[in-house]
Structures are given as structure tokens and as C-alpha cells.
């Protein structure tokens, strides 16, 4: 049986006193490529900032890569960090830097300590994204996708077992779009899990995978219709 990665049990999702996510349960599998859509302020960003524990969970089970979000402690947040990936839709990089930079920045923050061994991670994260020529490069100089692909290597580099992708897609066009979708599932079909919020119709479309939609402060699973 596929280990879960993630699984939520009767799960109230609270944002400054307010329910915003009710009954909420969810078993995700190891190797899984999970959506979430819905509505602006339907809950999608409340339930993933719980899942990465910004938001605390108060009530309800839930276990993410085998850390108990429930009464989790302060100092264990940087710990589950770096066994989840995050994405976010405004890219996130530092503008004074490299993109080489970008990335040793994270990985001596994570607690790297030989250049040699992170020289060779980040040319391997760079190479699973495409951009295995562009590490001199500065996010000025990338367009959207590039960055965003940058931003999805970023997530790659401490080999987490999940990636959480908020909206990865809300700032670029249709395209580039469907080239940053085709980049996560790659990834998602070398093993890693990979939980998307969207409300980006056409890439479903295009990249069909198991969703769930946040509304009326419920999450429930639908079935989409390709095209």
C-alpha cells in the first residue's frame, strides 16, 4: 500500500478566528498530483499555509511528511520546511543576486556547509528545470516562466518529499503556463508529490489530475471534464 505524505482527519482550517475550511479530510499518497481550485477567497491559500504550518492547526488531525501538525512546536517549523518544496506565485527570488546566488542563499540557510556538494546540487535542481545554463543569470534577465522555473528548482533543493504550488502559474501567460505545468509534472513522474493550487482552468485541461475545489468553506472532490 502507498504511504500518505499527507492526511487530514476532521479538519477545521481557521484564519484570525474566522472558519474559513470545515470537515476537511484527505488522505494524500506518496507519487500523487493533487489540485485545488476554487474561487479568490474560497480557502485554497488558508488550507496550503496550513499545510506548511503559517496558519496553526487547532482542530482536527493532520500528519505532512510524517510531522504531526497539530500542537507542532516553533522550533520543528524550519524541519518540516525542508521536507516540503514551496512554490509561490510571485516567484519570491532575490532581485541582487544570481540565480546561482538565489539558490546557494537557500541552501546555506538550510544548513549546507561544503561549496562542492552545493555547486553539484544546484546544477542538478537546474538541470531537472531546464535551466542548467542559466546560473550566472539575474531574475531581471528571465522572463516569467524562467523565473518560476527557477523558483520550482528552489523548491527541488533540499529533495523534499512534497511540493506545495500556490497559484505557480497566476502571473504568466497561457503558454508559459503550460511549460511551467509540463516542468512539475515531470517532476511529479520521477516520484515526487505534488499539490497545486490553481484557478487556471485551462491547465487542468491540458495536465488532467486528480482535484479537489474549496467552496462554501468546504473542500470536496470533482471530476473534470477534458477537452
Known amino acids: 500500500m502507498s504511504q500518505s505524505v499527507l ?11 474566522k472558519i474559513i475550511l470545515s470537515d476537511v479530510n484527505l488522505d494524500v499518497k506518496k507519487g500523487e498530483f493533487l489540485y485545488i481550485i476554487g474561487k479568490t477567497g474560497s480557502g485554497k491559500s488558508s488550507f496550503m499555509k496550513t499545510l506548511y504550518a503559517d496558519l496553526p492547526l487547532t482542530e482536527g ?15 520543528d517549523i524550519p524541519y518540516l520546511r525542508r521536507k516540503i518544496g ?8 532575490l532581485p541582487d543576486r544570481s540565480v ?5 542563499f537557500v541552501l546555506k540557510a538550510t544548513g549546507w556547509k561544503d561549496i562542492s556538494d552545493m555547486e553539484s546540487k544546484i546544477n542538478e535542481v537546474l538541470t531537472k528545470v531546464g535551466l542548467n545554463d542559466f546560473a550566472t543569470k539575474m531574475p531581471h534577465q528571465l522572463s516569467g516562466g524562467e523565473q518560476q522555473s527557477v ?12 511540493i506545495l504550488a500556490d497559484e505557480p502559474t497566476g502571473n504568466l501567460d497561457p ?6 505545468l509540463a516542468v512539475l509534472k515531470k517532476i511529479n513522474e520521477n516520484g515526487k508529490t505534488v499539490i497545486m493550487c490553481t484557478h487556471d482552468y485551462a491547465v487542468i485541461m491540458k495536465f488532467p489530475a486528480k482535484t479537489l475545489k474549496c467552496e462554501d468553506g468546504k473542500i470536496f472532490e470533482v471530476v473534470q471534464k477534458t477537452v
Open 7 to 17: 492526511l487530514l482527519n476532521d479538519v477545521t482550517i481557521f484564519q484570525e478566528g
Open 61 to 75: 488531525e493532520g500528519t505532512i511528511v510524517e510531522f504531526d501538525l497539530n500542537g507542532l512546536k516553533e522550533d
Open 86 to 93: 514551496i512554490v509561490f506565485q510571485d516567484f519570491k527570488l
Open 100 to 104: 546561482y546566488e538565489n539558490l546557494l
Open 151 to 162: 523558483g520550482i528548482a528552489r523548491a527541488l533543493l533540499n529533495d523534499p518529499e512534497l
Open 175 to 180: 503558454q508559459t503556463s503550460a511549460e511551467v
